[in-house]
């Protein structure tokens, strides 16, 4: 089991920034694979970035030169730097994890964080 808990998200104008963090603790085997994904009430779940114990990352198209996933891994805290946010951005960001993935990064058997909301207005 691991427990995750994400901060950061916030209302911002487009072309802004905002950093999310997780804190992840618990079992750490299941911290392998750490990732952000996004939820609106119109789209189901959509992977944004997952970064490997190995350091590394993966993103999906939608966010690639604008979003950057780190880990803190002494601490254990993972991030998402989000930069240039457009308002199709808008969405609850969640925080996930796995001990591991599939041929599909952003398909395994993830633990999931409350979530975030992020804001994006034009």
């Known amino acids: 089991q691991v427990q995750l808990v994400e901060s950061g998200g916030g209302s911002v104008q487009a072309g802004g920034s905002l950093r999310l963090s997780c804190v992840a603790s618990?079992?750490?085997?299941?911290?392998?694979?750490m990732g952000w994904f996004r939820q609106t009430a119109e789209k189901k779940r959509e992977g944004v970035a997952i970064?490997?114990?190995?350091?590394?990352?993966t993103y999906a198209d939608s966010v690639k030169g604008r979003f950057t996933i780190s880990k803190d891994y002494v601490k254990g805290i993972l991030y998402l730097e989000m930069n240039n946010l457009k308002p199709e951005d808008t969405a609850m960001y969640y925080c996930?994890?796995?001990?591991?993935?599939?041929?599909?990064?952003?398909?395994?058997?993830?633990?999931w964080g409350q979530g975030t909301q992020v804001t994006v207005s034009s």
């Open positions: 996930a994890s796995a001990p591991w993935i599939g041929i599909d990064v952003f398909d395994a058997p993830y633990y």
């Open positions: 618990g079992d750490t085997y299941a911290t392998a694979y």
């Open positions: 970064i490997a114990s190995d350091g590394t990352t």
